[in-house]
């Protein structure tokens, strides 16, 4: 039983660069969420996902997108990077929100 | 707007000494308040939850306090070890077992024990 894992754990990308991350639980939990973390402040809701084939944005989703084809996997794509979108993201799952499981998290840095 | 204040915002003790780390929340309507602990370079992992009817939790050395008429909460960490050191993060849900963004989290306690 892995839990939560994410992939990468390190990326560099130049502005406007898009890329995937990816984010897989192996628990068959039913709530999927991604959050960024960013120096100082609290982790942050970019989107998320109650069920395969439902997702909802969070509260910075701006830029980025998900889907949600199956219970296991909920990748987050980041369209065209922007600076501002340097960050550690953490992917979380659970049965409900009541309890959480987050990833390792992945540091991306936008040049 | 909620919100989820923690304080101190960092804080040093020696290896041994007990140490406590505050919560103020204005989330309402309130469902349950967590404490994460999360070390460097990792995903926050769970240490206590605790609904509006529980005044206290203990996990280990790690005692949670509640107090939903204040809006208050703390985290009690007693006889502090060195794998203590992390940061440790409030966060406060104003909905029961709910999805997307109701839950508030506090921006953290960086916690260093020496030895």
């Known amino acids: 039983n892995a839990g939560v894992t994410q992939t990468p754990k390190f990326q560099v990308l130049k502005t406007g660069q898009s890329m995937t991350l990816q984010c897989a639980q192996d628990m068959n939990h039913e709530y999927m969420s991604w959050y960024r973390q960013d120096p100082g402040m609290g982790l942050r809701l970019i989107h998320y996902s109650v069920g395969a084939g439902i997702t909802d944005q969070g509260e910075v989703p701006n830029g980025y997108n998900v889907s949600r084809s199956t219970t296991e996997d909920f990748p987050l794509r980041l369209l065209s990077a922007a600076p501002s979108q340097t960050s550690v993201y953490f992917c979380?799952?659970?049965?409900?929100?009541?309890?959480?499981?987050f990833g390792p998290g992945t540091r991306l840095t936008v040049t | 707007k909620n919100q989820v204040e923690q304080s101190p915002q960092s804080l040093i003790i020696l290896e041994g000494k007990n140490c406590t780390l505050q919560c103020n929340y204005t989330v309402s309507p309130f469902s349950n308040l967590r404490w994460y602990k999360q070390d460097t370079g990792r995903g926050p992992v769970s240490l206590t939850i605790?609904?509006?009817?529980?005044n206290t939790k203990s996990n280990g050395r790690y005692t949670a306090t509640l107090d939903a008429d204040t809006k208050q909460s703390s985290l009690h960490i007693t006889a502090s070890q060195l794998s203590d050191s992390a940061s440790y993060i409030c966060v406060v849900s104003d909905l029961p077992n709910n999805a997307g963004n109701m839950l508030t989290f506090g921006g953290g306690t960086r916690l260093m024990v020496k030895p």
């Open positions: 605790m609904t509006f009817s529980e």
């Open positions: 979380a799952s659970g049965q409900g929100f009541y309890e959480q499981y």
